[in-house]
């Protein structure tokens, strides 16, 4: 489907792929890896003809249907809706519309003979044509889309202009996934996502049927949806036929054997070497020595054949101790206009060594949570206590804005961490991939990826023994993350995070609170038991108590707790299976009241032209509202059960 036959691309001077030949299959899903500014984007560049390689060529079948997700450079109209913009996926569906409604009014307005009949002719190629490419249900698959990655029905007719760039990105992602394209390039498709986004973006793409190339760092993704890897690293490209957890593995494998042959390689040569030097001046000796000298020449080794793996750990300090409770809030309580709490009745012990994971949709509070627990707010009611000794260290999303751009790599953690020696200074962050030269380059001239690991470098150079960390791996790539992760199973203090990179929440957190309607639930066994418990919450009776369980009162209390809140989790259903149920009927109503109307176009003696279309346009208006309304409750519905 794709060929690469000895691509080599440099960008300012700076070789990115050298001599790079590969080949891609026809429904081949691909995941592209490696480091950050390695030349994966660039594959997706000279694919879509956005880049011409310097050498080599690119081998695209023509009339390729390619979809295309960029990482930034969206570019929104003024005024244009949310629904319209991912309409706009398919722009000869939506010029068929526009002919099909000038059409319909040309119609309705009474016009007659030869040019009538001409017409309906068209009428009826262009109905024909538009069915077949799925017009008529590109706008309840647009709302669909849009619901599953996180806008609400409220959202869908508001200018997309008035949304963040991390909400134009995710209309732009549904513009990808609903062009039905042959081939589908999605570049780091989760960086704007919340963690049920991503898992809703899973099961989508798992029923894609295309040819699907991924650049990502998540392994989430990479290891369920892929099954094959294209690494690139160091301007080589290399193919394995396997997932990201398959190809690492290999990848290691390889480097063994490299290294042992090397190995074997440097004995032989040294061996060599002692010989000619022993025995360069001895007449007698003259012919081997010559002999020898001709398999040095030979042996040779060039270049590197793979480049060595990043092994690099994050070295973390002891942090100071503390008490065993580090925090604990009691029926706490924030909203921001007075009116609109976004936290209620929230109560919550956090102990010495918990490693927390807060999870659930956008706007149940995750952040505002973590921002309470690290001081930055103060509840409206209820009340805080902070532990003895506990010094919290709060990561935002915004962690570049409090990086001085003037700095150095170096300064920026020497001023953290006045009294800790240059050596130990850099060997930090050598654990964060500063080494050498890199320790004084300017904080305003790193990528992302860099001032994020800068970032974190700073807060952990005086560590605090309560970490708070807002989506810490992101801008990050899979050994820096790896990196990470491994730290922080290791740290020593507590620590409570959001994160939408479910190996990251899997592997690290031993606590996942998952922010729903009714609350916040703690699930003290990590993101697979949380999975575990709330799938079969949703169809099993609360579990009795375990034993050794309070005997008396406290188990009485405990089943009146359960039975309250079964009851509110109830009263909260009932509503949402009705909106369900209602949504459903409605959608079933418009659609066949839809196909009825274009079924009467056929017959032009009786049909009130204007009549038809004006309900036909209320229809399509209609559908997407109605969609949404199903998915939104649906959505609310599926988190109740999980409860």
């Known amino acids: 489907m794709l060929d690469f036959q000895n691509i080599s691309v440099a960008l300012g001077g700076r070789p990115v792929l050298g001599d790079a030949s590969f080949r891609i299959n026809a429904r081949e899903r691909v995941g592209i890896v490696g480091p950050n500014g390695a030349g994966k984007t660039t594959l997706f560049r000279l694919i879509v003809g956005d880049l011409t390689p310097d050498?080599?060529?690119?081998?695209?079948?023509?009339?390729?249907?390619?979809?295309?997700?960029?990482?930034?450079?969206?570019?929104?109209?003024?005024g244009l809706s949310v629904l319209d913009f991912?309409?706009?996926?398919?722009?000869?569906?939506?010029?068929?519309?526009?002919?099909?409604?000038?059409?319909?009014?040309?119609?309705?307005?009474?016009?007659?003979?030869?040019?009538?009949v001409r017409d309906?002719?068209?009428?009826?190629?262009?109905?024909?044509?538009?069915?077949?490419?799925?017009?008529?249900?590109?706008?309840?698959?647009?709302?669909?889309?849009l619901g599953g990655l996180g806008f609400q029905p409220g959202d869908l007719h508001r200018p997309l202009s008035e949304f963040s760039g991390g909400w134009q990105m995710r209309a732009e992602l549904t513009r990808a996934l609903i062009a039905r394209p042959d081939l589908l390039l999605l570049d780091e498709p989760t960086n704007y996502l919340d963690l049920p986004a991503v898992e809703w973006l899973q099961r989508h793409l798992r029923d894609f049927a295309g040819t699907l190339l991924l650049i990502s760092h998540d392994r989430f993704l990479l290891n369920t949806l892929t099954n094959v890897t294209i690494e690139v690293i160091c301007g080589r490209v290399t193919r394995y036929e396997g997932n990201q957890a398959f190809a690492a593995q290999q990848r290691e494998m390889r480097w063994e054997?490299?290294?042992?042959?090397?190995?074997?390689?440097?004995?032989?040569?040294?061996?060599?070497e002692r010989f000619v030097d022993r025995f360069r001046f001895k007449a007698s000796k003259a012919a081997q020595v010559q002999s020898r000298i001709k398999m040095l020449e030979r042996m040779d080794p060039g270049e590197e054949a793979i480049a060595a793996p990043r092994g690099v750990e994050i070295r973390l300090a002891p942090p100071p101790p503390c008490g065993a409770e580090v925090m604990r809030i009691e029926?706490?309580?924030?909203?921001?206009?007075?009116?609109?709490?976004?936290?209620?009745?929230?109560?919550?012990?956090?102990?010495?060594?918990?490693?927390i994971a807060l999870v659930g949709y956008n706007g149940f509070g995750k952040t505002t949570l973590l921002r309470l627990l690290a001081g930055r707010l103060i509840p409206r009611e209820g009340r805080r206590f902070t532990g003895h000794n506990v010094v919290p260290g709060y990561q935002s999303q915004e962690f570049a804005e409090i990086l001085d751009p003037s700095r150095t790599v170096l300064e920026t953690v020497k001023a953290a961490a006045p009294g800790r020696s240059?050596?130990?200074?850099?060997?930090?962050?050598?654990?964060?991939?500063?080494?050498?030269?890199?320790?004084?380059?300017?904080?305003?001239?790193?990528?992302?990826?860099?001032?994020?690991?800068?970032?974190?470098?700073?807060?952990?150079?005086?560590?605090?023994?309560?970490?708070?960390?807002?989506?810490?791996?992101?801008?990050?790539?899979?050994?820096?993350?790896?990196?990470?992760e491994r730290a922080l199973i290791g740290y020593e203090g507590t620590l409570c995070f959001v994160s939408h990179d479910v190996e990251f929440v899997r592997r690290v957190a031993t606590t996942v609170i998952a922010m729903t309607p009714p609350g916040v639930t703690p699930y003290a066994g990590g993101y697979d038991y949380y999975r575990e418990k709330t799938a079969a919450d949703a169809v099993v009776a609360p579990a009795t108590p375990s034993p050794g369980a309070a005997e008396g009162a406290d188990r009485k209390a405990g089943r009146r707790e359960r039975a309250y809140k079964r009851e509110e989790i109830r009263k909260m259903r009932l509503p949402l299976l009705k909106a369900v149920r209602k949504a459903e009927e409605h959608i079933a109503e418009l659609e066949k009241e839809q196909a009825g109307l274009l079924a009467r176009f056929g017959d032009p003696t009786s049909v009130d032209y204007a009549s038809v279309?004006?309900?036909?346009?209320e229809i399509r208006a209609e559908l997407p509202l109605a969609m949404m309304a199903w998915e939104s409750a649906g959505l609310k519905l599926q988190e109740l059960d999980r409860d």
């Open 86 to 116: 991912a309409e706009n996926a398919l722009p000869v569906v939506r010029g068929m519309q526009h002919e099909i409604e000038t059409i319909e009014a040309r119609m309705s307005a009474g016009e007659a003979g030869l040019a009538h």
């Open 257 to 272: 054997q490299f290294e042992a042959s090397r190995a074997t390689a440097a004995k032989r040569r040294e061996e060599i």
């Open 613 to 617: 279309s004006r309900r036909l346009g």
């Open 422 to 484: 240059e050596r130990d200074l850099r060997g930090l962050l050598g654990g964060f991939f500063f080494s050498g030269d890199a320790v004084d380059k300017k904080v305003g001239v790193l990528s992302g990826g860099e001032t994020m690991r800068l970032s974190f470098a700073r807060l952990l150079a005086d560590p605090p023994n309560f970490l708070l960390l807002d989506e810490p791996t992101t801008h990050l790539d899979i050994a820096a993350r790896e990196a990470l």
């Open 120 to 145: 309906l002719r068209r009428l009826g190629e262009l109905q024909s044509a538009f069915e077949h490419e799925g017009g008529y249900e590109l706008r309840n698959r647009a709302a669909a889309a």
């Open 55 to 78: 050498g080599g060529s690119i081998q695209v079948p023509r009339g390729l249907r390619i979809g295309h997700l960029r990482q930034k450079g969206i570019e929104v109209a003024e």
């Open 331 to 355: 029926d706490a309580g924030l909203t921001y206009d007075g009116e609109r709490w976004v936290l209620r009745h929230i109560d919550l012990r956090i102990m010495r060594g918990d490693k």
